[in-house]
T-cell receptor, first 109, second 119 residues
Framework: AQRVTQPEKLLSVFKGAPVELKCNYSYSGSPELFWYVQYSRQRLQLLLRHISRESIKGFTADLNKGETSFHLKKPFAQEEDSAMYYCALSGRGAQKLVFGQGTRLTINP | GAVVSQHPSRVICKSGTSVKIECRSLDFQATTMFWYRQFPKQSLMLMATSNEGSKATYEQGVEKDKFLINHASLTLSTLTVTSAHPEDSSFYIC???????????????FGPGTRLLVL
């Protein structure tokens, strides 16, 4: 069964501190992993996807198949990073997304 | 580009009535759209996959006769909640799948959501 686990519902860090939002997944085939972000009063939007191997807004995420993880990291948090972050998974070529429970990130000044 | 709209943004209806929610891709064509449901402080749960010109594919546990989906064009999918009950009150979100310019990566673009309250 496909499953995405985000163990932290809430995460609070100070501005300038490193951030890591954890995501673990369960999938029998070759997954595609995504991070979506939802800023206050805005719609859900794609932040990054593992196959792109890119850094968006200073965030990176590496797919670790051995640990079945796709943690989101940023070395220096900014106040505008405060948002709800969702990790999501789909099968290769498939379109259905399975979302984790989400982590609310708060960056304190 | 890649904007998805939903209408209405919020709706209140009486128990037993039906409510239609529209999802439109404004600047691209979407063969596939998705409908999600989100309860307060919970994640998005996929309800169904809407395919243009064919029947929707429903997730396990979702009643297809209660949540009617129509995807009549490449830019419009509708979700009708029939004979609504208070337990149907929720936040309904749609997304539309768009293929990248190189024809490979497909990305889902999300609508702003519709909040339904059934009295």
């Amino acid at each position: 069964a496909q499953r995405v686990t985000q163990p932290e519902k809430l995460l609070s860090v100070f501005k300038g501190a490193p951030v890591e939002l954890k995501c673990n997944y369960s999938y029998s085939g070759s997954p595609e992993l995504f991070w979506y972000v939802q800023y206050s009063r805005q719609r859900l939007q794609l932040l990054l996807r593992h196959i792109s191997r890119e850094s968006i807004k200073g965030f990176t995420a590496d797919l670790n198949k051995g640990e079945t993880s796709f943690h989101l990291k940023k070395p220096f948090a900014q106040e505008e990073d405060s948002a709800m972050y969702y990790c999501a998974l789909s099968g290769r070529g498939a379109q259905k997304l399975v979302f984790g429970q989400g982590t609310r990130l708060t960056i304190n000044p | 580009g890649a904007v998805v709209s939903q209408h209405p943004s919020r709706v209140i209806c009486k128990s037993g009535t039906s409510v239609k929610i529209e999802c439109r891709s404004l600047d691209f064509q979407a063969t596939t759209m998705f409908w999600y449901r989100q309860f307060p402080k919970q994640s998005l749960m996929l309800m169904a996959t809407s395919n243009e010109g064919s029947k929707a594919t429903y997730e396990q546990g979702v009643e297809k006769d209660k949540f009617l989906i129509n995807h009549a064009s490449l830019t419009l999918s509708t979700l009708t909640v029939t004979s609504a009950h208070p337990e149907d009150s929720s936040f309904y979100i749609c997304s539309a799948a768009r293929t990248g310019f190189s024809g490979d990566q497909e990305t889902q673009y999300f609508g702003p959501g519709t909040r339904l309250l059934v009295l």
